[in-house]
């Protein structure tokens, strides 16, 4: 018997495919950050619905169910030394960074809506290519 997820709101819940690509090296682990508050995009820090993971560097795809529709953002770090935070340097990152949608980087992080985007019901798959300044 097939049961769908169904969120509270009762739209089919979908899944979310992550394909991580252009890390540096296996060492240490991703860290993922997916969130639909645009305040709290990209660091999670305040939002108790955002949804965060940690697999193994050697680990390039993730996959994220029970997602309800929305409009969601996703952040990802390559903590290479393993301590769960992006180390930086006069504010400029010492290990790699990535979003949803690749969106251009200038200074500083990009807003919520570079890196956004919809989940309706159906999967969705974003590929995170990510960037080292060092």
């Known amino acids: ?3 769908a997820i ?4 009762g739209a089919p819940a979908a899944s979310l495919d992550l394909s991580i690509t252009g890390l540096r090296s296996g060492k240490g682990m991703i860290r993922v950050c ?7 995009f990209p660091g999670c820090i305040d939002d108790k619905r955002a949804i965060t993971r940690s697999v193994p560097a050697t680990q ?3 996959r994220i169910a029970g997602l309800a529709p929305g409009n969601y953002a996703a ?8 301590n769960a935070r992006l180390d930086t340097f006069a504010g400029i990152p010492r290990e ?3 979003f949803s949608r690749n969106p251009a980087i200038r200074f500083g992080p990009p807003r919520f809506s570079s890196a956004a985007f919809a989940v309706d019901g159906v999967a969705q798959t974003q590929q ?5 300044m060092f």
């Open 34 to 40: 997916l969130t639909a508050d645009p305040a709290n």
């Open 96 to 98: 790699g960074f990535g």
């Open 75 to 82: 952040a990802v770090i390559h903590d290479e030394n393993s």
């Open 60 to 62: 390039h795809d993730i």
């Open 1 to 3: 018997m097939l049961v």
């Open 6 to 9: 169904l969120p509270a709101n």
């Open 128 to 132: 995170v290519t990510m960037r080292y």
